[in-house]
């Protein structure tokens, strides 16, 4: 069976993500750092886009050189928090278009509430890669996707920061053909569904509204 799930080992990624854990790192270096490793985990799930040759000239003569092939990028953050990795992400590819689906962990179930939807019209023309740094029951990323795959694109990707093994598992098994990117695979689930050790409320401190 095919790879479905890539956890970015990177050294970088890994570093940065021990600062964005720290309670103590306030919201303007937590936004700066969700949105470093937001970009450097785009290099890394963009890694097999295809690339076609190319000539250019320089100023000592013709390069037979490459470019991307053709693909179009969407990228779609999950209200509020993957709102903080779009910058990171377009530093990369300036050229994507952004969708957004908003949606709301209840607070007592659980149970994903959606509240927004605008994605690019050519959707269909695109690759779409989902943003949001938590994964954690599941819910939230299993209906942003199928809310998206109503709109028909050539394909998604989610990533993440830290996902829960038991949204790892609910959100493969609803969505098998969906790649997971992300930096880590925390511990479990808190009985009022927060990842542990993880970094707390990933909106909230985004936002500074904890
Ligand atoms: C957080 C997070 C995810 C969701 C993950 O958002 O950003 O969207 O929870 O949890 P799940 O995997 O159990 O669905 P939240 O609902 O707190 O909304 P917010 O981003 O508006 O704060
Ligand atoms: N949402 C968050 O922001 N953090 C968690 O740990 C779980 C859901």
Same mark, same amino acid.
């Given at each position: 069976?095919?790879?479905?799930v890539?956890v ?115 959707? *269909?023309?695109? !690759? &779409?890669? @989902?943003?949001?740094?938590?994964l ?5 990323? =299993?209906?942003? /996707? ?16 830290i996902a829960a093994p038991?949204g790892i598992?609910?959100?493969?098994? *609803?969505?098998? !053909? &969906?790649? @997971?990117?992300c930096?880590n695979v925390d511990s479990?689930?808190?009985? =009022?569904?927060? /990842? ?15």
């Amino acid at each position: 069976m095919e790879k479905q799930v890539f956890v970015m080992e990177h050294p970088l990624i890994q570093h940065k993500l021990t600062y964005l854990r720290d309670k103590n790192t306030g919201s303007k270096e937590f936004r700066e750092l969700v949105s470093e490793i937001s970009m450097l985990m785009c290099y890394e799930s963009t890694r097999d886009l295809p690339l076609m040759e190319t000539q250019v000239e320089t100023p000592m003569g013709m390069a037979t050189t490459k470019v991307i092939a053709g693909r179009k990028l969407a990228f779609v953050p999950i209200l509020r928090a993957g709102l903080g990795m779009v910058d990171g992400v377009l530093r990369m590819v300036p050229a994507a278009k952004v969708g957004h689906i908003g949606l709301y962990r209840d607070h007592q179930t659980l149970q994903p509430v959606e509240y927004y939807s605008k994605l690019p019209s050519d959707i *269909e023309e695109r !690759d &779409v890669i @989902v943003l949001d740094p938590m994964l954690a029951t599941g819910g939230s990323a =299993i209906d942003a /996707i199928t809310i998206i795959k109503r709109s028909h694109p050539k394909s998604i990707k989610f990533m993440c920061i830290i996902a829960a093994p038991e949204g790892i598992e609910a959100f493969t098994k *609803e969505h098998p !053909d &969906v790649q @997971v990117y992300c930096a880590n695979v925390d511990s479990h689930l808190n009985e =009022i569904g927060y /990842i542990v050790p993880g970094l707390g409320d990933a909106g909230d401190r985004i936002f500074g509204t904890l």
